[in-house]
């Protein structure tokens, strides 16, 4: 099939269309972010990369309550009189908890109780309240653009945040930690500016009645009843494990792990969150329609299609290619990556499905799975904080999260009424393309003893092909798209 014949197919179906902007702008702004990577591990040392995962870490976990998740509301309002109430309702409940935030803050340092923290981080906790007010005007402004389905401007918005982020952390690095932190929070309030000048571009209600405003809350009620726990524990299912290893070892493996999961877990996301917000936005058409099985049977293959070849690539040859690219000294970071892989994988297969508990109304299931998620995650974490050993923590919590997703398939199946079966499947059926793609770099491995560069050339080409080759397949899939 052409190239020109891709371009048709994309600009003819629209879920692949919205997808590809999504994550256009997501891939140009984090392939800024691992561009620069090289450069901040020479800049930085992996104390300040653990510093900066944990003070991250903090903020997320607080970003989850600060609008009550009555944001995740705003794209499944019925009308737009709903969807402006639940914005003003937003801002309302994200203004209040900040100025909580903040005046706790101060009320801990007046009382001494932030010595109890490194020193270096509780220098910082004065920013918390100003990046959580950022971070959570950002996540509002995102989501009510995303139910405008103006994608390009979260992809202009992702990549203005980015870009911030990293000519900030390049320019500023004399200061350290505080030059990471500070390019956080300074990129996420551009990000925010964009989404607020796209967001202005539409009319809105801004002015509401307590009246209605406390019967949108209640009316929506089930977002803080159930989506809030369960979204902060999916998020402390991310972070705790931070924490943990924060106060389990010393800050240089916080800085490792931080190091393997922001190169490693941001590129297999990038494509994994524009196909959550897009399949969060036909899933309730898609079950009203009665095919949601089909659309979600359909994106976990395709999901399955882009990343095993790669992780499987990656998992091959991290450890020496962290050192090659980011130094002798970042090797155990990659020893970190090379046994996360098959996490991640699950995790970018399954992740953006884990958005249909909300779209069938079973918060609850997805509460108990973050449940587990978290419990098993920081019991792997605790036993290797037992053993002074990061690589059993490490080894652990991969197992966990496994353990885990495997299970989310096995109900995703039962449910949806296609046999559990076909999810791995569709694993099974991508295992022989992926290893033809991986083979010249083993190959190489057993001639030259070990190198393995020359090998991941050809690799590379092979997965351009198969790329080509899904596009191929997609376009054939499609009803009324013909591509010569």
């Not at 970003?63 to 003003?88: K, Q």
């Not at 299609?305 to 991290?318: D, E």
């Amino acid at each position: 099939m052409a190239w020109s014949g891709i371009r048709k197919v994309l600009a003819g179906n629209q879920f692949l269309k919205a997808v590809g902007v999504l994550s256009g702008g997501a891939v140009v702004s984090q392939l800024l972010v691992i561009g620069i990577a090289p450069l901040l591990t020479r800049l930085y040392d992996p104390r300040d990369l653990g510093l900066l995962a944990t003070y991250a870490a903090v903020v997320s976990l607080l970003s989850v309550v600060c609008s009550l998740r009555y944001e995740l509301a705003i794209p499944l309002a019925r009308n737009e009189g709903d969807a402006d109430c639940l914005t003003v309702l937003c801002f309302l409940v994200l203004t209040t908890t900040s100025i909580v935030v903040g005046t706790s803050v101060a009320l801990m340092h007046l009382a001494g109780a932030l010595h109890a923290f490194d020193a270096e981080l509780a220098a910082y906790f004065w920013i918390i309240p100003v990046a959580l007010f950022v971070s959570g005007a950002g996540a509002i402004l995102h989501y009510r653009t995303l139910r405008a389905t103006a994608y390009r401007s979260i992809a202009v918005s992702q990549l203005a945040q980015s870009s911030t982020t990293a000519i900030i952390q390049l320019v500023a690095y004399k200061f350290g930690s505080l030059a990471l932190i500070g390019a956080q929070v300074c990129g996420q309030m551009v990000a925010s500016i964009c989404l607020g000048r796209a967001a202005a571009e539409r009319p809105m209600r801004w002015k509401q009645s307590w009246e209605e405003i406390v019967e949108c809350a209640l009316r929506f009620r089930r977002y803080p009843q159930f989506s809030m726990w369960t979204s902060l524990l999916s998020v402390a299912n991310a972070q705790v494990p931070v924490l943990l290893m924060a106060a389990g070892f010393a800050g240089t493996a916080t800085g490792y792990f931080a190091l393997a999961t922001r190169v490693l877990a941001l590129p297999m996301h990038l494509v994994g969150q524009a196909v959550t917000h897009v399949y969060f936005a036909r899933a309730p058409v898609a079950r009203s329609e009665g095919n949601l099985a089909e659309l979600t049977s359909r994106v976990h293959q395709r999901l399955v299609q882009i990343s095993l070849a790669p992780l499987v690539l990656l998992a091959s040859i991290s450890p020496d290619l962290f050192s090659m690219v980011f130094g002798e000294n970042w090797r155990t970071a990659g020893e970190y990556a090379q046994v996360m892989c098959p996490w991640l994988y699950l995790s970018f297969v399954c992740g953006p499905i884990v958005r249909l508990f909300e779209v069938i109304d079973k918060q609850m299931y997805g509460t108990v799975l973050q449940m587990a998620f978290l419990l098993m995650g920081a019991g792997g974490v605790f036993v290797g904080i037992s053993f002074s050993d990061p690589e059993i923590a490490i080894q652990l919590l991969t197992v966990a999260n496994v353990v885990c997703w495997g299970g989310f398939l096995v109900w995703l199946g039962s449910h949806l009424k296609p046999s559990p079966a076909v999810f791995a499947l569709a694993t099974f059926r991508e295992s022989p393309a992926a290893l033809l793609c991986v083979s010249p770099v083993w190959i190489e491995m057993q001639l030259n003893h070990g190198e393995w560069q020359l090998g991941l050339v050809v690799s590379l080409m092979l997965l351009i092909l198969r790329g080509r080759r899904i596009l191929t397949d997609q376009a054939r899939a499609e009803p009324g798209n013909h591509v010569e």
